[in-house]
């Protein structure tokens, strides 16, 4: 697992770790430490249990008192903290299991740490968005508990794939979201179809709002807003 230099992405945010491979639990600390992250680290499932609130969890499911599943289950049970599921096991009956039992996501190791960074923030980007106010930027107004959008006052019909996208964009206004993270989260991280796919869905997108200087290209990157 490679570990970049931390760019402060998470500020604030704390995240429980529960893993048992001291070497794995000192790796994601230190990485998620950088990026800004308050970090707790605990290797069995009854110290995850007990422990105080988080922001999100990441979740070994081979722990040495209980599954990792059972964990899940029981923190699914208290409350909707975002979890993401990081363990050896591959097989698709795991990752089924894991997910019906409340898991957000599921990263199967080896993994890098930029793509683990993605997934925590598309997971918390979804559970920010339950709970946001419509955003407004600029002639820009995006309603995500109604599924809406205007511009200028004037509601924009669109797809649910764009309004995907769109939230994606508006939910950190000026930040450039990267083609990954938009897939994470729109199309969700199993999506093995062509890529090109989002670009013909900005293209109707950008139509629709009728300004194309509302969204931006960062090339080599993705996406974002652009200035209000």
Do not use: N
Request: aromatic residues 4%; proline residues 5%; charged residues 25%.
């Amino acid at each position: 697992m490679e570990i970049p230099a931390g760019a402060g992405t998470f500020d604030g945010v704390r995240v429980l770790v529960v893993e048992d491979d001291a070497s794995i639990a000192a790796q994601l600390v230190r990485g998620l430490t950088r990026a800004g992250c308050r970090v707790t680290a605990v290797e069995t499932g009854g110290k995850a249990l007990a422990a105080d609130p988080t922001d999100l969890v990441i979740l070994d499911l081979g722990l040495p008192d209980m599954d990792g599943t059972e964990v899940c289950r029981r923190l699914r049970a208290t409350g909707d903290v975002p979890i993401i599921v990081v363990t050896a096991r591959s097989d698709e009956r795991d990752k089924v299991t894991a997910l019906d039992l409340g898991a957000d996501d599921y990263l199967a190791k080896p993994f890098g740490f930029a793509e683990l960074t993605a997934r925590m923030r598309a997971v918390l980007r979804r559970s920010r968005a339950r709970v946001d106010q419509p955003v407004q930027h600029g002639s820009l107004r995006v309603d995500l508990a109604a599924h809406r959008v205007e511009v200028d006052g004037v509601e924009i019909s669109l797809t649910a794939k764009e309004f995907g996208i769109l939230a994606c964009l508006a939910a950190e206004p000026g930040r450039a979201v990267s083609r990954e993270e938009i897939f994470a989260a729109v199309w969700d991280e199993h999506w093995y179809g062509p890529t090109r796919v989002l670009d013909v869905h900005m293209v109707s997108l950008r139509r629709k709002l009728g300004d194309p200087a509302l969204i931006e290209t960062v090339y080599g990157v993705g996406f974002r807003l652009g200035p209000p």
